[in-house]
Structure formats: structure tokens, C-alpha cells
């Protein structure tokens, strides 16, 4: 209900436009992200809670890597010390 409530007061509602946009909401919701949400929940209830949530740390990892290789984003030692944070915490978690 807050975050409904802060939505309304601080954000402007963008609704996807025409059918396309929808049938691509649709298909992230199945796929992609469905799939995520069904294996977490799996992963949650059978699997080793501790590794799960220290390789959780390699989605922001694993997605910036893939941005490079794409060539959508440059590498650069911001992105480098990161990594390495990321790294450290996933280290520290486990």
C-alpha cells in the first residue's frame, strides 16, 4: 500500500502502448523473469540457503560482463573495483 501510495505522489504511470509492448511485458513475465522467480523459489526451499544468497552477488557481476561483451558498456576501472566488491562481499557472505 506505501509503495502504491509513493508511486501515485512521486511517479508518473507509463503503461506500455499498443500490442507489441504488451506481448513483450507478457513474454518477460513467463520467460525471463518467471523463470527467475520459479527457480529462486526452488533453489530456496531445496537448496543450500547460504551459497544461494552469496551467488545472488553474481547477477550485477554476471549482467555487467555481459553489457561489455555486448559492447553496450565500456570497461573501466569503476566497473573493475566493483567487480572486485562484489566479489569480496559474495567471499565474505559465503
Not at 37 to 64: E, M
Request: glycine fraction near 12%; aromatic fraction near 6%.
Amino acid at each position: 500500500v506505501l509503495s502504491l501510495a509513493c508511486h501515485l505522489a512521486l511517479e508518473e504511470t507509463v503503461l506500455p502502448v499498443g500490442a507489441g509492448q504488451w506481448l513483450a511485458v507478457l513474454g518477460l513475465g513467463l520467460m525471463p523473469v518467471g523463470a527467475a522467480f520459479y527457480a529462486w523459489d526452488i533453489g530456496v526451499k531445496r537448496g543450500n540457503i547460504q551459497v544461494l544468497g552469496a551467488a545472488s552477488y553474481a547477477a550485477p557481476l554476471l549482467s555487467t560482463l555481459v553489457l561489455i561483451a555486448a559492447g553496450v558498456a565500456e570497461p573501466s576501472l569503476r566497473i573493475l573495483a566493483a567487480c572486485v566488491l562484489i566479489t569480496g562481499g559474495a567471499a565474505l557472505a559465503a
